[in-house]
């Protein structure tokens, strides 16, 4: 059977399962650090792929077994498991058993993740986005009294993650109860621009974010009043300014699977530092670093990410590197400002690449937890907000 989400982009497979491949599902899922749901997406789409026939499957003893697909693709399987002649149970445990043959684990451990958020428009969310996606990430979904929430959270739960405000307006630092770093203290520019003269651990500059729905998983790399001088420090800088941050950063990444950046509203050095930075590594899965791109359902924000896309294309050619859209956030969307926000909302949309992770309205739990300096998961775990933020953990992994 399948019944449509709340948000109506998901579906959910109920079918039935051999203990011994969904066990071999879960372990390789783990092993390759990917959503079980994704999983069976990629293997659900290889099996319709595939021409050969498959071998059969033992599926005597098989179990119940539920995931969630993309809107559309579990009647598409349906219909290809009829043409082939086989059942619904079989064709999954083929699917599934194709899946684990043909993403084999690896020795190595999985990359640190790299998400940069931003937009070189002001006012769009990206903080928001920043501080609920991170902790969407790093989040326990077993403290939440909500089967919503442990629904729709991130598989690739208890992840250590580490924000880091990259913005020199140091609101992501803000919103959390913390002061930017003061003007000649060691911070994240001092280690961009003078690591050689850097006394103190990038590490031991990060903050824990202190809450048991994240444990010890969390923390910030918080501003530095000296952000604002960092494009004109670029311009002076000896080395490969486009790799600064990744040369400040990349110490850190062996104690975080996710780094996730809250980039200035510019299109300078900085944030050319911060796409570079977030580019797709020689070797790393596609999708598994890369921009999202928070945005309001209006025109000027459709200018302010051409102008972005135009910045990103531009690097991308000068440095022969990839660089992943992995999604856009439609944020502060109401649908009572009439046409103008209608019309856009459909206009992101149908975009199609990148896709639209998230409309998420204009309610009152993200202000009411940055007046209050609480992370908004911790202040309102089963908010829609919330929720959302969990949505869009859950569609990167």
Same mark, same amino acid.
């Given at each position: ?8 982009? +998901? ?44 071998? &059969?499957?033992?599926?005597? %003893? ?28 079989? %064709?999954?445990?083929?699917?599934? !058993? ?15 993740? @790299? ?40 598989? $690739? ?19 959390? %109860? ?12 001092? =280690? ?6 850097? @006394? ?9 974010? /202190?809450? /048991? ?5 969390? @923390? ?20 490969? $300014? &486009? !790799?600064?941050? #990744? ?7 062996? &104690? ?22 977030? $580019?797709? +590594?020689?070797? #790393? ?26 910045? *990103? %294309? ?55 937890? *940055? ?15 919330? =929720?959302?933020? $969990? #949505? ?6």
């Amino acid at each position: 059977m399948a019944s449509p989400t709340s948000g109506g982009e +998901r579906e959910k497979l109920v079918s039935k399962l051999p203990a011994s491949l969904r066990q071999a599902l879960k372990v390789r899922s783990a092993q390759l650090n990917t959503d079980v749901q994704n999983a069976v997406t990629a293997g659900i789409r290889a099996w319709r792929d595939h021409q050969e026939p498959l071998p &059969h499957v033992d599926t005597a %003893g098989a179990e119940s077994f539920g995931t969630w697909l993309p809107e559309g693709l579990y009647d598409d399987f349906k219909t290809d498991c009829a043409a082939r002649g086989v059942s619904y149970i079989q %064709g999954l445990a083929q699917a599934v !058993a194709l899946w684990i043959e043909q993403n084999p684990a690896s020795d190595q451990p999985a990359p640190t993740r @790299r998400l940069i958020v931003c937009n070189q428009k002001g006012g769009v969310g990206k903080t928001a986005v920043t501080a609920g996606l991170a902790q969407a990430l790093a989040e326990d979904p077993q403290q939440s009294t909500s089967t919503q929430a442990v629904a729709q959270a991130a598989a $690739r739960l208890g992840l250590r993650v580490l924000m880091v405000d990259y913005d020199p307006q140091g609101h992501l630092s803000h919103q959390l %109860g913390l002061k930017a770093v003061p003007a000649g203290e060691e911070s994240l520019i001092t =280690h961009m621009l003078n690591r050689e003269q850097a @006394r103190t651990s990038l590490i031991d500059l990060t903050v824990g974010i /202190e809450d /048991e729905r994240f444990g010890d998983r969390l @923390r910030i790399l918080p501003a530095a009043f000296d952000a604002f001088l960092l494009d004109s420090g670029l311009t002076m800088f000896r080395g490969p $300014r &486009h !790799a600064a941050l #990744e040369r400040a950063l990349a110490p850190l990444e062996e &104690h975080f699977d996710v780094i996730v950046v809250d980039s200035p509203p510019s299109l300078g050095l900085a944030m050319d530092a911060a796409i570079y930075y977030g $580019r797709l +590594r020689d070797g #790393e899965k596609p999708g598994s670093s890369g921009l999202i791109i928070p945005v309001e359902a209006e025109d000027t924000s459709a200018q302010a990410y051409g102008m972005l896309i135009n910045q *990103v %294309g531009s690097l991308a050619t000068d440095y022969e590197i990839e660089v992943e859209q992995l999604g856009l956030v439609v944020n502060k969307f109401d649908s009572r400002r009439g046409y103008i926000a209608t019309s856009s909302l459909d206009k992101w949309k149908s975009l199609g690449a990148p896709p639209v992770l998230a409309v998420i309205g204009d309610l009152k739990e993200q202000r009411e937890a *940055v007046r209050l300096q609480r992370a908004l998961l911790a202040y309102s775990p089963e908010s829609d907000q919330a =929720h959302h933020m $969990r #949505e869009i953990a859950r569609r990167l992994a």
